[in-house]
Structure formats: structure tokens, C-alpha cells
């Protein structure tokens, strides 16, 4: 795919959703950490629903900790994995605590030290909280980003490497967004939405349907 198609991509996805906003509800970007981190193998429907009771009680490291993870289960009980994330939010709560000041740090380095942190959820936070243009790459965009020919690749890092290559700087801070967006109501994994696809024609995948 050449520079003028990726660019005309992103012109159609921004004309269509100017300032693309998280699914994940969280006001803080502590509060969005843990939501990231919940989010793992879960629907942000899951995890809303979960972080709705969870956060008026402890949003917070310090009422994270005071919760323990005996306290925590009863929150995300509701969400794949629970236990392993419970001990996860809670020994990251521990370090931002020791280590922080009980603030999230906008350092990947001193991100993907927490517990249950890696790659993808470092980049959401450092985008969706410190306004850093980081593209975290999960399933959906990994699945876009080879389908549509925007960004090919093996693996997740493959294709992070290549969007942060490819995409223009005026589009990256919004990228992440914008794709998922697209992978999660468009551009679906079993049957993709081609007939109510806004970039159709600029989609180099071979079996459209519609």
C-alpha cells in the first residue's frame, strides 16, 4: 500500500470520528490502568460494568491496597482471569506506591515493570493518559492492519513497528483509536462489514464481502 492510500485511510477515519475517545470508562490514569489491565481477554463492556462498582469503593493505589486481593475479587470476579488480575492490581498498587509516589508513571520502562503490564497496555496509557503517539496493537488492529494492507505483519510487534513507520504524524495519536474502532464494528474477524465500510475502496483485501 502507498503513502497516498494510507494517508487518504486516515483522512476517512478521522472526517468520520474527529477526536476518537476510549471505550474503557476511567477518569484517572490510574483508574485507567487497572481498566486496561482488566481488560485483557475481556469486553470494555465487562470491565465498565466491573470498574462501575470497583471505583466509587477504591480508585486509588492506597484503597486498592487497603483492599487486598480478598477485596478486590469480589469486584472483578465477573472477569476472565480474575484471580492472576486481582494479584496483578494489587502488587502494581504496591509499587506505585514504594516507587512512585502513588502516581502512574508516563515511562514505558516504568511501566512494563508493574505487574500484568506489557507492551500494549503501556502504549494505551501512555496515549490515552499522557497524550504520548503510541499505537498499542491488539487483536483488532492487528487484524486491520493485515486484512486492509496498511500495515502487514507476523505478529503484533511487527505490525506496531510498521504503523509507527507508515502512519503519519498528524494521524498517530488518534491511530490506535480509530483502528480498533474499525476492527471492533467494521471491519469484524468472521465477516467483515465491507458494504458499510467508509475506506471499501481503499481496502486491498482481496474477498470483500457485500
Known amino acids: 500500500m502507498n503513502a497516498q492510500k494510507r494517508r487518504a485511510i486516515f483522512e476517512r477515519l478521522r472526517a468520520a470520528n474527529p477526536h476518537p475517545v476510549p471505550e474503557l470508562a476511567f477518569a484517572t490514569p490510574f483508574e485507567l490502568l487497572v481498566a486496561v ?3 485483557a481477554q475481556a469486553t470494555d463492556k465487562g470491565v465498565n460494568k466491573a470498574t462501575a462498582a470497583l471505583f466509587p469503593v477504591a480508585r486509588t493505589p492506597q484503597a486498592i491496597r487497603a ?3 480478598d477485596g478486590l475479587i469480589p469486584y472483578v470476579k465477573s472477569i ?5 488480575k486481582a494479584k496483578n492490581i494489587v502488587a502494581l498498587s504496591e509499587i506505585l506506591l514504594r516507587e512512585h509516589g502513588g502516581e502512574v508513571p508516563a515511562d514505558r520502562e516504568a511501566l512494563e515493570r ?3 503490564v506489557g507492551r500494549k497496555t503501556a502504549s494505551v496509557v501512555l496515549n490515552t493518559a499522557f497524550g504520548q503517539p503510541t499505537i498499542a496493537v491488539d487483536t483488532h488492529i492487528f487484524r486491520v492492519a493485515n486484512r486492509t494492507g496498511l500495515a502487514p505483519g507476523r505478529n503484533v510487534d511487527e505490525v506496531e513497528q510498521r504503523l ?3 502512519v503519519a504524524d498528524e494521524f498517530r495519536q488518534d491511530a490506535h483509536h480509530w483502528l480498533i ?4 464494528y467494521v471491519c469484524v474477524a468472521r465477516s467483515p462489514k465491507c458494504g ?4 471499501r475502496d481503499l481496502c486491498e483485501f482481496r474477498d470483500k464481502t457485500g
Not at 476472565?80 to 492472576?84: A, E, H, S
Not at 474502532?181 to 471492533?184: E, F, M, T, V
Open 37 to 39: 489491565v482488566l481488560s
Open 67 to 69: 483492599l487486598g486481593v
Open 80 to 84: 476472565g482471569l480474575y484471580r492472576n
Open 114 to 116: 508493574l505487574p500484568g
Open 164 to 166: 509507527l513507520k507508515f
Open 181 to 184: 474502532l474499525h476492527g471492533r
Open 196 to 199: 458499510e465500510c467508509i475506506i
